[in-house]
């Protein structure tokens, strides 16, 4: 993913309504300023740009490539992802079992602070190497209910990370995760809190999709607005003004420019009209004057969405995303000859003891063929990843510990590095995270991209550490080949290499399983919990509570038999449900009570609240007489949320609420943040090798 780049000048704020009544002498050859500033500001909210239906069937065919990387259609914006095939509206993009993996990066900001002042780094200002910071998701956006730390950001890769974002023509929807250890248990395996739990993330299209079409996802508007660089991409209502500018611009071609406000002019059908010998101004001019207001220095969202000028005649007609549209295709020749197929391989269980998951061929694959081709996303320090415990500075505040290193983020295990460099390479296209490590039986090995792929700049290979960390985007690419005819549904595995070996053996050895009668001391390797964890009991997966289908403990029960410390309720539930506007603060905390509805779990999957359960109710019982059998109901459960804060206004207001008959599905029992496998003690960290040789000389600025 490298987001549109636009224009970064931006000069004055003139508003619409100041320059609006400026007169144009429309039929001059010569524009004055002021009329070019009328063109500017007459975009008015005319309803948002028809998106183009082609008559052509959709025909899915599965034994294509389903999707391919190359060169977006987007000037400037590195790579993209193109549609190998048809796919129609709905359809799961990928094949079955195609899903991809979210790795949570914890309290960034405050293990890279400054270890004397605790002054925390930003990622804004950029202090510290964090080249993710244009690939991070909210936990919220992603569905995740369990925070895994006081500051957790995630990164996707593959769907999450390659695709651009084009406002007008997002064809692709993108989905929650799903929570899943795939059977890496800390009383079981030496591999547990060494994968990523957070998996399956998939994508659908939005609508019919065809062969060739670049694929957009959004990356909400906020996005872009957050960020200064991008202060000029166009964003969902930018288009929206374009196209209502294009409506009158059409006009004024005509003559026809509306005069004053209630002057209908804008009779049916003259759009059939904008034909050559009815324009005002002729070829040359309007031309001129398309690269007038394409060029002025006033820069805005809504005038970079505009189009070419040879698009302006079919953007007022059929909507500026069809014209679009046409131009983010690219033919499967093309495809064929530059792209680099994604979809040789997919998730599944690996055949690796506690290796979790793995990548196995969708299709036959040549010796030397490509396997999947793995663009990076390059760190040039890697000590940006390392994780401290916290000690108390002089001004009694808590800061990192710098003498105490912990051990590294999770992430690490998916990079590749070398003992001698800072410098770690993390591979961001679709399932290629998944492939596993096999000293022997690999099947598969890597090489820089060979033939000057757009997405790789062989020249860094030969720049020192120093240049790498001024490239803020990312400009390397790996490629994972076959080292031997491989089949359908075989796993795909490489060497990573001697150190990795030996540090997965040496793990082995040491490692012992958590004894579940007494780990409350091992859930956390962080001392700021230690303080929670006094005198609790010990530690069970908060998710077991709700598998096992015992009824949850109300309050009351839980006084006598409690949940373990790790353990969080959240109820999902919307509490703006039933309630108005605040016309001021109130003076006391109100309180609500009301019943469950539907909308509840529709609204309320993005809204979890910490809440407690006060009482629980048995449905009456059910007889499903076609099975001729009896069944209790599912509960039903009255829940309180205390001081639920909300913001409106400049007032921050809190709230007390009961809801009742809540059923289970909008009740999560989730861990507790800093106590998930991933932050055991014993957690192997590691990070892969490349093949000898193939690690850059010049990035070898470390003594081992
Ligand atoms: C790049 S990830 C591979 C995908 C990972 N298996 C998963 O489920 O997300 C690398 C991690 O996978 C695990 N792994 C890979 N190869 C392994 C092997 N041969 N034996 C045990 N664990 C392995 C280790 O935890 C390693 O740090």
Redesign the pocket.
Known sequence: MVPILGQASRSGSLTARTIAASKTTASSHRLSITSLLFLLTIASSLPPPSSSSSPKPIHHDPSKCLLYIAESTIPNAGIGIFAGTDFHSGQLIGRDGWGD?AFATIDINWNNADPISGARASKSQRDYHWPLTNYDWSSKSLDILQEEGDDTSMTVVGFGAVPNCHFSLLNVAEHGVSYDL?GLDRYNSP?SG???PF?NRTSTARHDIYAGSELFVSYGSAWFKNRKSYETVPVKESYVLAQGFLERYGLFLLGRRKRSEGDDVVEKGWKLDLVEDNMILKEEARRDLWELIKTFSYVSRAREALPLYDGIIRAIHKGISAVEVENSMRSMDYLEQYGKCVDNIVPGN?T???????AFATRFIPKGGLVAPAPLVHFADKSALHMYNETVNKKNKIVKNSKELLTTQLIR??MFGHPNSSVVLLPYSSNV??????ATEFNTRLQWASDNFTAHNEDWLYKDVIHLEQQWRAGLMLEFIATRDIMEGEEILID?GDRWQSA?NQHIQDWKPVDPSNDYNNYTFLTKMSSDNAGNTKYRRAELFKLDGAPLRTKDEQKTNPYPRNVVIKCRVDLDIGIGNYTHAPKTTPFYRREFVEDDLIKGSKKSHVCNILKRRGMPRIAFHDEDVDVIGPFLYTVEISNAKKKQGKHTIQENHEITGVPIEAIDLVNQKYTSDMFLKSA???E?GLPNGLWPEAWMNLTP
């Open positions: 993996p795939a591999g060494a994968i990523t998996v690996s690796i003891p506690h290796a979790g998951r793995g295990n998916y995270a998944y492939i596993n490590h096999h990573y997965w192997f960290r590691h892969m």
